[in-house]
């Protein structure tokens, strides 16, 4: 049973637009998001966070937004750069009781020139 | 050192046999975690360790798999009998007593023949 739900396994953007990348979750527990970006042959490595107190955190170019009532995130990358082209991860975690972070299946993100 | 070291980075075995992954986590995170990741999936929770003892296990597929962190801060990951399906991207990260993201290693690419 999938608890976070990345529906979308590839996505191709062109370069200086916005990339938007979904994640859904069926966990009402969760309160703590993630965001993790994986090259080949590397671990996955934090890109950004968010709480469910809050429905925007942004950093640089990047941007998430949580819509809890929906039991949904997205993370937004503007401009997007040819250095972005990776897999990227959404994770959720029960943080308020120490829980483990729960992984989707990732989205591998396209950035064509 | 600066990141989550695991070793060897590629292991091959033969089917039945045994085999040990090793993880050495930032020093000063007290807690360390292992993540399967196989072909087309997201990361895996394994196993959670909150000093010397697992404080969450339950995420080891069966009692072929095995984990200790004896001092509290290198752990190795054992699988005995090892199968065909074993075969994945064995990933450990830690993180600071102050929660939230962890930080991973470059993982160990285990093939089973």
């Known amino acids: 049973d999938q608890q976070v739900k990345q529906n979308s396994p590839s996505l191709s953007v062109q370069e200086g637009r916005i990339s938007i990348l979904n994640c859904d979750y069926t966990n009402s527990m969760f309160d703590y998001f993630l965001w993790y970006k994986k090259y080949p042959a590397e671990g996955p490595t934090f890109l950004i966070s968010i709480s469910s107190i809050k429905d925007k955190n942004e950093d640089g170019r990047f941007t998430v937004f949580l819509n809890k009532s929906a039991k949904h995130l997205s993370l937004h990358i503007v401009p997007s750069q040819p250095g972005d082209s990776a897999v990227y991860f959404c994770?959720?975690?029960?943080?308020?009781?120490?829980?483990?972070?729960?992984f989707g299946k990732g989205t591998r993100l396209h950035i064509l020139p | 050192g600066a990141g989550v070291s695991q070793t060897p980075s590629n292991k091959v075995t033969e089917k039945g046999k045994y085999v040990e992954l090793r993880c050495d986590p930032i020093s000063g995170h007290t807690a360390l975690y292992w993540y399967r990741q196989s072909l087309g999936q997201g990361p895996e929770f394994l196993i959670y360790f909150q000093g010397t003892g697992a404080a969450d296990d339950s995420g080891l597929p069966n009692d072929r798999f095995f984990a200790v962190r004896p001092e509290g801060s290198v752990s190795t990951l054992k699988i005995q009998r090892t199968e065909r399906g074993d075969s994945a991207v064995y990933l450990c990260a830690s993180s600071s007593p102050g929660g939230g993201g962890y930080t991973f290693g470059s993982g160990t690419r285990l093939t089973v023949v």
């Open positions: 994770a959720a975690s029960a943080f308020s009781v120490g829980d483990k972070i729960i």
